[in-house]
């Protein structure tokens, strides 16, 4: 860094030297100033393109879109012909619009142009997104997208964004080799891929103590990303049952990423089962839970203050969503609510009977549960309480 400052002391207008500076500073977590350094490289030599595309980076990933469309009608006007780094860069654009649609057609101009321009890297990294998107969209099953990114990574093994973004999708055991396989061949990982793809495969092979520490370090690496935050939630709360650490977590979580769903559940999840269930009703209700996942966990929070009617209708409301949405759904619910009531110990409130027979009618598990993380996570709580599995209602 002091080399980079001196060379610019005696060349202030070099823009390779400013390139290096900005890309030090983003690395040493100075966003601000980094950004700032990459617009004046962009100024004092506006016809490179590369300093463009790094300014334009910068904005995207600290959610400048504003600035982001400014600078590239800017750039259209000045003459500069789109590449597919710029096409790729608007795609994303698009994507924390919440275009998916419009952004779709224009990550797929940007794949063609990646191959046409022999950007292996980039190509890869943008049919894997385009695979993600087009399930997302209802476009392809997740099967498919899977399979597409499989054939991606295949072609183009070096790609670790390919990897990651297969991870996001992945949900079965079975589904787990090209994560291992990855993590072994992979040499530089960036170490906050590592921790995200040790934490995934150690999720879908029901490893809850890797799980764990793997989301705690992509957590600690990524303190911006909700996804780590509720990653760290589940991993540490439920699958290691560290309430006191989980629930700290959860804090945090909840400060940073107060309208993210999934944060918010699980951070409730958390809280009620640390004894905290006043805190845990009061996060969902101000979210609102117009989905039974929130719902769900809202009946838990009750549950767990000793409002044994109210959860357990709200339980009752939520299964039958569950079911609409998919019937697999149901089965987990059950389960899990046959796992919270032994865990709170309900039964030292009410008699057991009475519990039993308000508790979720038991649903069959689905024939393929030991390929399911969630279902193979619950099964090892249950094992390791030593509850009956497949679960009853009758409390033991």
């Known amino acids: ?104 057609t224009l990550l797929d101009s940007a794949a063609k142009a990646a191959k046409a321009e022999g950007d292996d890297e980039l190509e890869a990294e943008v049919l894997s997104n385009l695979a993600s998107l087009r399930w997302e969209l209802g476009r ?30 992945a949900t079965r055991r079975s589904e787990a080799a090209p994560l291992r396989s990855a993590l072994s061949r992979f040499g530089n990982l960036a170490p906050s891929y590592a921790a995200y793809l040790k934490h995934q495969l150690a999720t879908l092979e029901g490893n809850s103590t890797v799980a764990a520490d793997a989301a705690a370090e992509w957590l600690r690496l990524e303190p911006n990303n909700p996804g780590a935050a509720a990653a760290a939630v589940v991993s540490i709360g439920i699958g290691e049952e560290n309430w006191a650490e989980a629930a700290l977590i959860a804090e945090f979580a909840l400060r940073h990423f107060p309208e993210n769903k999934v944060v918010v559940n699980n951070s409730a999840y958390v ?32 549950l767990a203050k000793g409002d044994i009617p109210t959860g357990m209708r709200l339980y009752r ?55 399911r993380a969630d279902f193979i996570r619950l099964h090892h709580l249950f094992e390791m309480h030593g509850y009956s599995w497949p679960p009853t209602p009758e409390i033991v």
Not at 44 to 72: T, W
Not at 320 to 338: C, G
Request: with cysteine; glycine share 4%.
């Open 1 to 104: 860094m002091r080399h980079l400052r001196s060379a610019l002391k005696e060349k202030p207008f070099d823009v390779d030297s400013l390139l290096n500076l900005s890309i030090s500073l983003w690395a040493l977590g100075s966003a601000k100033k980094a950004t700032r350094v990459a617009l004046q490289a962009t100024r004092v030599a506006p016809g490179r393109k590369d300093a463009s595309l790094h300014y334009l980076e910068l904005l995207l990933a600290q959610g400048e879109i504003e600035q982001f469309n400014l600078e590239v009608r800017n750039l259209k006007e000045s003459g500069i012909v789109a590449n597919a780094r710029l096409l790729a860069l608007c795609g994303r654009a698009l994507l924390q619009g919440e275009n998916k649609p419009k952004a779709v």
């Open 140 to 169: 392809i099953s997740r099967a498919v997208a899977l399979q597409q990114m499989k054939d991606v990574i295949d072609q183009y093994p070096d790609s670790d964004v390919a990897v990651v973004n297969y991870a996001a999708l």
């Open 271 to 302: 809280l009620a089962m640390a004894g905290r269930a006043d805190e845990a009703i009061d996060v969902i209700e101000a979210l609102g839970y117009d989905d039974f996942v929130l719902k769900a966990t809202l009946g838990l929070a009750h």
């Open 317 to 371: 409301e939520a299964a039958d969503e569950a079911e609409k949405d998919d019937p697999v759904n149901r089965s987990l619910m059950t389960a899990y609510q046959a796992m919270v009531i032994r865990q709170l110990k309900v039964v030292d409130s009410i008699p057991k009977l009475q519990i039993e027979a308000q508790m979720l009618v038991p649903v069959a598990l689905p024939e393929d549960w030991q390929d």
